[in-house]
């Protein structure tokens, strides 16, 4: 006969930045006390949390005591539809326009502003401008590396 497992998820708040250090921590004293935690999750965009799937608060709350960077357990459940829109992950080429003016996040030119001038969705890239350099040079760049700061008009 086939038990069915039902599995809520709770939130803990912990140190801002030590969210890692936290899930790893929880995660080897549940599995050293066999405790049912059955996911443990950090979410990067929301600092000072941590969630856990587990059967009930006391198995999460027994795992979590004594942890010097956990501050407290969030009481209630949380429903999945309210971390759901963290875990999928659009990509910046759906958004991205012509003439768009955006910052480039990563790599060389790093915290520079450029101006769209072509979008490749198919490879994920763009061709900017940058409009911080004295010469107009056309730069190929991953779109994951670009945050839109202006749409075009």
Excluded: C, W
Excluded at 65 to 79: E, L, W, Y
Excluded at 82 to 109: A, H, M, R, W, Y
């Amino acid at each position: 006969m086939s038990e069915t497992v039902t599995s809520r998820i709770f939130a803990v708040k912990t140190t801002g930045g030590q969210e890692r250090s936290v899930a790893a921590f929880v995660g080897m004293r549940a599995q050293l006390r066999k405790k049912p935690i059955y996911a443990i999750l950090v979410i990067s965009t929301m600092k000072g949390y941590v969630f856990f799937e587990a059967p009930n608060a006391q198995v999460v709350g027994d795992s979590i005591a004594g942890f010097k960077h956990v501050k407290s357990q969030v009481p209630g459940i949380i429903q999945f539809g309210d971390i759901e829109k963290f875990l999928i992950t659009t990509s910046i080429v759906s958004e991205l326009n012509i003439d768009d003016v955006v910052e480039v996040s990563g790599g060389p030119f790093k915290g520079m502003r450029a101006k769209v001038t072509r979008v490749e969705p198919n490879r994920s890239e763009a061709t900017i401008i940058l409009l911080d350099a004295p010469t107009q040079l056309p730069i190929t760049i991953n779109a994951d590396y670009l945050r839109i700061v202006e749409k075009a008009k």
